[in-house]
């Protein structure tokens, strides 16, 4: 499989996870009777966790440019928001910074599969 193809692929799964994220957020709010502050810590917890495993899953799949999938995940995780949930968010421009400082553990996690991959393959050669 050709690179840019390889990346269309991934790029196509990273939108895929991060909505399936915001199914999987949805599905575990309560019934609307927690307050903003557990809003706001279960919705966190399944962002970081998602977006982080499956950065270090698309970094070891397509090592070049690791930081590039958890960002296109955010994004598309918080612009799905607006369709699946009822309200969502603050105001974007502070929205959009907060949800790039979430994305730096799945950048760090793209990052470890990135230097993993690089290691297995100098290992085989």
């Not at 050709?2 to 399936?20: E, M, N, P």
């Not at 502050?37 to 499956?54: N, Q």
């Not at 598309?76 to 910074?97: A, D, K, N, R, T």
């Not at 994305?103 to 085989?124: C, D, E, M, N």
């Amino acid at each position: 499989m050709k690179t840019s193809d390889k990346t269309f692929v991934l790029v196509v799964c990273s939108a895929l996870v991060a909505i399936a994220a915001m199914f999987l957020f949805s599905w575990l709010q309560s019934d609307g009777e927690s307050t903003t502050k557990e809003y706001m810590f279960l919705w966190e917890k399944v962002f970081v966790v998602t977006i982080a495993l499956f950065s270090f899953v698309f970094g070891l799949l397509e090592p070049s440019s690791p930081w590039r999938w958890p960002l296109v995940m955010a994004y598309v995780h918080y612009f799905s928001g607006f369709f699946i949930m009822e309200h969502w968010g603050q105001i974007p421009p502070f929205e959009l910074v907060y949800i790039t400082v979430l994305s730096l553990p799945g950048i760090a996690t793209g990052y470890l599969g990135s230097f993993l991959r690089k290691k297995i393959v100098t290992a085989q050669v």
